[in-house]
C-alpha cells in the first residue's frame, strides 16, 4: 500500500444514486447570519408549482468559495466554447413593474 504524501488530499466517493445528479432551471437563494440556503428547483412551462429538487445549505465562507469557483468555471466555460448569452423572455417586463412570464410566448 502507497503512503499518501499529500495530507490535504480527499477522496471523494460519488454513490450511484446521485450520480445521475438532477436537472434544475431556477435556484432560489436564500440566508441567515450563519448559513445560505440554495434550492434548486425544476420549472416546467404551464404548470403551476414547481418542486425543489435538492437544498444545499451552506457556510457563508463555504458559499464565498462556491462564488468564486462557479465564477472561474462560467469563464472557463466560455473561453473554450464562447459567451453565455442571457435569454430574455419574449415578454419583455411591463412598464408598471409587472413580471413577466418566462413561459407565456
Same mark, same amino acid.
Given at each position: 500500500?502507497?503512503?499518501?504524501?499529500?495530507?490535504?488530499?480527499?477522496?471523494?466517493?460519488? %454513490?450511484?444514486?446521485?450520480?445521475?445528479?438532477?436537472?434544475?432551471?431556477?435556484?432560489?437563494?436564500?440566508?441567515?447570519?450563519?448559513? #445560505? #440556503?440554495?434550492?434548486?428547483?425544476?420549472?416546467? %412551462?404551464?404548470?403551476? =408549482?414547481?418542486?425543489? =429538487?435538492? @437544498?444545499?445549505?451552506?457556510? %457563508?465562507?463555504?458559499?464565498?468559495?462556491?462564488? #468564486?469557483?462557479? @465564477?472561474?468555471?462560467? =469563464?472557463?466555460?466560455?473561453?473554450?466554447?464562447?459567451?453565455? =448569452?442571457?435569454?430574455? %423572455?419574449?415578454?419583455?417586463?411591463?412598464?408598471?413593474?409587472?413580471?413577466?412570464?418566462?413561459?407565456?410566448?
Amino acid at each position: 500500500m502507497e503512503a499518501n504524501n499529500n495530507k490535504n488530499e480527499i477522496k471523494i466517493e460519488m %454513490p450511484a444514486e446521485v450520480a445521475n445528479g438532477h436537472y434544475s432551471n431556477l435556484a432560489v437563494i436564500s440566508h441567515g447570519p450563519n448559513e #445560505f #440556503f440554495l434550492d434548486f428547483i425544476t420549472v416546467a %412551462p404551464n404548470m403551476p =408549482q414547481a418542486k425543489v =429538487q435538492s @437544498r444545499i445549505i451552506m457556510s %457563508p465562507e463555504n458559499a464565498k468559495n462556491l462564488l #468564486f469557483a462557479l @465564477r472561474d468555471n462560467v =469563464q472557463k466555460y466560455e473561453n473554450n466554447f464562447g459567451e453565455i =448569452q442571457h435569454k430574455t %423572455p419574449k415578454n419583455a417586463p411591463k412598464k408598471d413593474g409587472g413580471v413577466p412570464n418566462p413561459f407565456m410566448a
